[in-house]
């Protein structure tokens, strides 16, 4: 198929979870024979960030404003077998607009963001990326979140047909690494600043590392306030590209997954920090949100935390239990949950259409 892709950025992983993602499913989708073009904006503070520039797995288009892509989008849109417009992309609304008047073949929204999607619309009835007529005009919505999400989307924004395409990983990018001196720590957290995350992040690593001042913790991320509650044994990393992901996970005993607000109310919603981790070989701490024992067994492939306490405890496990832990993670990670599965699964919906 040739896919048309207008997404918030493939460019830049700064301070977002979507340019990890398209990187990985295209890199899959291109190697089973499909041809791709990603628009994206060529926004300031991605571009000052920039850690891809020659995409290898299709064409990217960096341009500086609607006008002057409008053509190239319509000859390519025109040329499509699918067109996919994802949430936060800054110029969905045109771009719908453009599809829904064009030949393409199927008409896809793909949101990255469920949780954050309805929660918006829920309060104002309005969100920045979503049509004001919802998402009647697709011929299909692929959610990264599963359980409720997707009646809702049915339900307040007319989605006609949902699937969930949730998180992956590229094992040929996130793999295990010989431990860096760089990122050392007994407890990581990769991610960047939110509030509605703080809360959690304050019982589920700033207390432990008060606690336990003998260990290491380190977060790497970007957006983190001057005013965070820092201790002195928790050390920063600003901000990290994915080539650095492996080698910060395979540099820890446990790292740590704290989900948004939105998203833990929802469920069903994996982060890809959860699949980039197990894959590099390295036991999770995770607090819990409805269906996450869909996609790792816990305390078996994972280890779920509410208090500070379970963190205290989990750090002072034996080596052979957390190294069996990271192994039943990874083992369930490279069999259930890479790009190429995701890739096989959005072909796999595609094709019953």
Sequence with gaps: MRLIVFGLTLSSSWGNGHATLWRGLGRALARRGHAIVFFERDVPYYAQNRDLINWASGELVLYENWPVVEEK????????????????????????????????????????????????????????????????????????????????????????????????????????????????????YLGTFANDRQQSLERLFVEPARTLPEKRFLIGGALYPQDFPWVSNIYFVRHLPPAEHPSFFSSSDLTLNVTRAPMAEMGFCPSGRLFEASACGTAILSDYWRGIEDFFKPGEEILLVEKTTDVVDALRLEPDALATIASGGHHRTLNQHTSEHRAQEFENVLAHL
């Design 73 to 188: 989008a319509r000859v390519e849109v025109e040329r499509a077998d699918a067109v996919i417009i994802t949430s936060f992309c800054p110029d969905a609304l045109v771009a719908s607009d453009l599809v829904s008047r064009s030949a393409a073949g199927l008409k896809i929204f793909y949101d990255l963001d469920t949780p954050i999607t309805l929660t918006e619309y829920r309060k104002t009835r309005a969100v920045s990326y979503i049509p004001t007529d919802g998402l009647r005009r697709f011929d299909l919505v692929f959610s990264f979140t599963g359980g409720q999400a997707i009646e809702e989307l049915r339900r307040l924004l007319g989605a006609r047909r949902v699937a969930t395409l949730y998180g992956h990983v590229d094992p040929e990018v996130h793999c295990p690494l010989q431990p860096s001196e760089n990122y050392r720590a007994n407890l990581s």
